[in-house]
Each structure stands twice: as structure tokens, then as C-alpha cells.
Nanobody
Framework: QVQLVESGGGLVQAGGSLRVACAAS????????MGWYRQPPGKQRELVAI???????TVAGFVKGRFTISRDSSINTMYLQMNNLRPEDTAVYYCNGRSYGVDYWGQGTQVTVSS
């Protein structure tokens, strides 16, 4: 059974930084791609950033230049470094991994940005 476990969320002031992590229970190269999604209060879940197994990345326009997705394959962990946070970045952040057409999700971690 595949498990994705997020950590690192919390409360931060606008302009601050946070790094969230996603620890996978198996080799991260076994996923076609892994990514971060978020769900702001009262809104639908949206894609934030995605990394293919090749290492290529795609970042949503609304966080480009502020957020960076990365990974440490030695510990099967993916990261999302979030800088210059804004109140509108407040959301539950979810880790996702796709393998053979199956999506796996973490339980989510809350990020709250105060103004």
C-alpha cells in the first residue's frame, strides 16, 4: 500500500517562508510524476507544482517565482519551498503521486498565511 505523508505546514506571516515535505513509502522514481496541490477554503483543489520522474517541473503561474518543487530521492521525499507567502496562499496542501494511472494522495497539511 502506497503512503504519502505530508509535513511542515503551519502559520506564517505574509512575506514569510515555509517548506512542506512529502515522504513516500516507496521509491519516488516509481511514480510517473509527483506534485503538490492545494485547496483554499471554500474552493476547489488546484495544481501548484508537478515534477516528472525525469526531473522536469511545471509550476502554476500564480506561484511562479515564489514556490519551488524539489526532491531528495535518497529518502524518497518531495518538497515544496514556498517563499514570499501571501494570504491567498492559505490552503490545505496535498501531495500527489501518479503511477500506472492511479492517483495517490497524502492527508494534507494546513498552511495559513496571516496578513
Amino acid at each position: 500500500q502506497v503512503q504519502l505523508v505530508e509535513s511542515g505546514g503551519g502559520l506564517v506571516q505574509a512575506g514569510g517562508s515555509l517548506r512542506v515535505a512529502c515522504a513516500a513509502s516507496r521509491n519516488i522514481f516509481s511514480f510517473d510524476h509527483m506534485g503538490w496541490y492545494r485547496q483554499p477554503p471554500g474552493k476547489q483543489r488546484e495544481l501548484v507544482a508537478i515534477m516528472a520522474s525525469t526531473g522536469s517541473t511545471t509550476v502554476a503561474g500564480f506561484v511562479k517565482g515564489r514556490f519551488t518543487i524539489s526532491r531528495d530521492s535518497s529518502i524518497n521525499t518531495m518538497y515544496l519551498q514556498m517563499n514570499n507567502l501571501r494570504p491567498e496562499d492559505t490552503a490545505v496542501y496535498y501531495c500527489n503521486g501518479r503511477s500506472y494511472g492511479v492517483d495517490y494522495w497524502g492527508q494534507g497539511t494546513q498552511v495559513t498565511v496571516s496578513s
